[in-house]
């Protein structure tokens, strides 16, 4: 069962659910789309709750955290929002609202991130095709945590 609370980056309210053993340095960050909030997470957030600590929050203008005026909308904006920590970014090759070519975005945003694109899906891949999110998502993270 997920927790909440609520954290603050540079002045800027953001909720989030966190899962597992709350002790742990170390934890699994879900990051949303656009537009999303970090319940598009949940499902994945609880699966991962079994071996690690997960955290899903809504970022700066999404779901109930703060809008405010002089935050950076962008994806670097958001990139620093993050602080360069990406736990792996998948993206739907099919996605009409953010294309393809972002995911080369994060790739030079977060050089050390491995990307997976998957075909024939848009942008909410947790809704879209939630059997090989997990797929994918699970070993890796398993692979990361447990070493």
Known sequence: MATNGELMVAGVRSPYSEVGPSGSREAVVFVHGNPGPATDWSDLLECVAEFARGIAMDFPGYGTADRPRHFDYSVNGYARYLDGALALVIWGEADAYLPLE??????????????????????????????????IVLPFLRAQILR
């Not at 945003?109 to 024939?120: D, E, G, K, R, Y």
């Open 102 to 135: 972002q995911a080369e975005l994060q790739q030079r945003a977060f050089p050390s991130a491995q990307i997976v694109t998957l075909p024939n899906t848009g942008h909410w891949a947790m809704h879209e095709r939630p059997d090989d999110l997990r797929a």
